[in-house]
Structures are given as C-alpha cells and as structure tokens.
C-alpha cells in the first residue's frame, strides 16, 4: 500500500512561484511513475506534469510548459512540483499520484492508482 501526502500549498500572488512535495511510504517510489493533477472548483481534474522512475523523462500540460517543473528525489522518496510565473487560472487543489503498474509518464489519470489527498494553490492579483 502506497501513501501519498502533498504538502507546500498556499497563497501567492501573480507571477509569484511555489514548490509543492509529495512525500511517499510504504511502497518502492523508485520504481514508480509519478504525475502532478489538478483541480479547480466546477472543473474536471487535469493533467500537469509527469515524470519517469529515474526522472529521466518529463511531460507536460501545454498550459504550464515553461513555466512549472516536476522532479523527483528517489533517496528522498519525494516528488516536486515547482510553479513559477504563477497565474490566477493556476489556482485549484494539486494531487500527486502514482503509478505502480510501471514506471513511465503519463498524462491520463486512470495510468495511476494511488492519490494523495491533495494541497491547496491559491493565485492571487
């Protein structure tokens, strides 16, 4: 069983940058492809970002290209979100999940089978 909690969550104002983590247990996160959703009020959630078990390789969401990075620390057993040049459309609440079926990225969320509950990115003007 594997036990996902997302922390870094908060208020920022456009244009602003932060780092969410998602700290991982009780199972191999080295071994595990990870991706960052979202979701905002009303909306379905979406892709992110996503990221290989060796961080190898990354992919994005067209809306955050360039301005958001995933990484991961396989020692820390910890996955990393940075946002940076933040916009009011960023704010929503961001899980992390991951994929113990392999260790690819992907960008569809029924790729992955274990969720954090979620922090909270708020973007203000």
């Known amino acids: 069983q594997v036990q996902l909690a997302e922390s870094g969550g908060g208020l920022v104002q456009t244009g602003g940058s932060l780092r969410v983590s998602c700290a991982a247990s009780?199972?191999?996160?080295?071994?595990?492809?990870m991706g960052w959703f979202r979701q905002a009020p009303g909306k379905e959630r979406e892709f992110v970002a996503a990221?290989?078990?060796?961080?190898?390789?990354?992919i994005y969401a067209d809306s955050v290209k360039g301005r958001f990075t995933i990484s991961r620390d396989n020692v820390k057993n910890t996955l990393y979100l940075q946002m940076n040049s933040l916009k009011l459309e960023d704010t929503a609440v961001y899980y992390c999940?991951?994929?113990?079926?392999?260790?690819?990225?992907?960008?569809?969320?029924?790729?992955?089978?274990?969720w954090g509950p979620g922090t909270q990115v708020t973007v203000s003007s």
């Open positions: 009780g199972g191999t996160f080295s071994r595990y492809g």
């Open positions: 990221i290989t078990w060796n961080g190898g390789s990354t």
């Open positions: 999940a991951a994929s113990t079926l392999g260790g690819g990225a992907w960008s569809s969320t029924v790729a992955y089978n274990y």
